[in-house]
């Protein structure tokens, strides 16, 4: 299974991967984006 961000696209394997549900469906968001889907600025 190939895990990437839905944000950034990486699949950068030093970065640490979290799901979520954005706008109803099931996601993988990195840390370093997560911040700017929390705010709104996505």
Not at 1 to 25: A, N, S
Request: contains cysteine.
């Amino acid at each position: 299974m190939e895990i990437k961000c839905f944000i950034c696209g990486t699949d950068d394997k030093d970065r640490v991967y979290l799901p979520c549900i954005h706008e109803g469906e099931e996601k993988i968001v990195c840390v370093r984006c997560l911040p700017a889907l929390i705010h709104g600025v996505h």
